[in-house]
């Protein structure tokens, strides 16, 4: 059995703690155990004890809820396609919420047509089963009075073979990792609740497949999402923009103060940022300095990209309200963005983050994982900034 003993010293009190923190967070990712299926499994890690010196034992308690929430994102992200699908994913949500205390709710396929959730519909008609559908898991802060609400939404693409428009067999390896987006939200929620944040959450998660077969909807196919928006098809594996709109539209009619969506969106981000940064849009362009900013304190950088409505002619369509995306990759990461948009309630803050992030070879920062779970760490650290949610608060 290890401890690991911290001392910091020779630095100013803020820094000081700052570097205590950074520590035991890394110190916490590495121990954290990821599934394995080796014959003759790897030794645990023993490290069993963390004692630091110089401060309160109560000083940590958001690092260690954040430390959970994140090993939770990682771990979900780790499982294999067919240990992790949207069927086991649904249970072991439902398990998770039971164990937590949250309220557990799964609109299935019949729910969804009858709400009129065509995009998410159309990604969902091939499987092979009927088990897709949107979890909703709720974490209600303790005490009474009037309390922030914060809906977070997540992309569950359990595996991802692009459709119709089939990915090659290098962009196909690791889209077991598509639904990293859910997981992230669902790590939050857990770091959230375990940290006893005062804000009331409802988590939404949308988990389906996206395959290929007779059923697989088609460039070219026109459906209507729940908003009554209707959307022309124009490639089949920009699923997770379609699966979105459906859980965004449901998520916004519950009027939440902050709507944040977590997505392994576009390969487009990426190439803009690698895979060190992830990408920033919200429809509140005053956010972007304390988006940024926040991205520098917690470690898990973003950059904001532009919004801006001129955007749109991209996705103007003769046949439908908007088109899925365009056939050019050209700046594809903000087109995605201003596409979602069409699905948040007006006026209501929004901020959605592609994970360009969301893996990095050898891991990134205190994270040692290829899968990092980027997101978990950085919304905590939005969602306790006061300032910040004061600011979403007041009326564009």
Known sequence: VAKLCCHVDGLAANEAGEWREAIVSAALAAAAPMPTHKAKAPPPCDLRTIEVFGARSADFDAAVATAAGNHLARWLTTLPPNELHCVSYRRTLQQLARREGWSFRFYDESALARLGAGAFLAVSQANSHRGAGIVRLGYRAP??????????????????????????????????????????????????????????????????????????????????ASNGVTIQVVHSDA????????????????????????????????????????GAFTNRPDLHARLQEVGSESG??????????DFDLELECAVADVLQCTLESKGDHILAARFLSKFVAAGLPWVHIDLAAAEHKGGLG??????????????????????????VGKQP
């Not at 898990?300 to 532009?306: Q, S, T």
Request: aromatic share 8%; glycine share 12%.
């Open 143 to 224: 005490g009474r009075g009037r309390r922030a609400r914060v809906g977070l939404v997540g992309k569950g693409i359990c595996f991802d073979t692009g459709g119709i428009n089939l990915k090659a067999h290098k962009g196909m390896y690791l889209m077991h990792g598509d639904m990293q987006g859910s997981a992230v939200a669902v790590g939050t929620l857990l770091a959230c609740a375990r940290s006893g944040l005062g804000v009331d959450v409802d988590c939404w998660l949308a988990l389906t497949e996206n395959e290929i077969g007779p059923r697989a909807y088609r460039p070219q196919d026109i459906v209507r």
């Open 239 to 278: 699923e997770g923009r379609m699966v979105l709109a459906d859980t965004l539209a449901l998520a916004s009619r519950e009027k939440p103060g902050l709507l944040l969506d977590f997505a392994t969106l576009t390969g487009a981000c990426v190439n803009a940022l690698t895979d060190r940064y992830s």
């Open 300 to 309: 898990e950088r973003v950059w904001c990209f532009p919004m801006d409505e």
């Open 366 to 391: 205190h994270v040692p994982t290829e899968f990092t779970g980027f997101g978990v760490r950085y919304a905590l650290r939005l969602l306790n900034d006061r300032s910040f949610m004061a600011q």
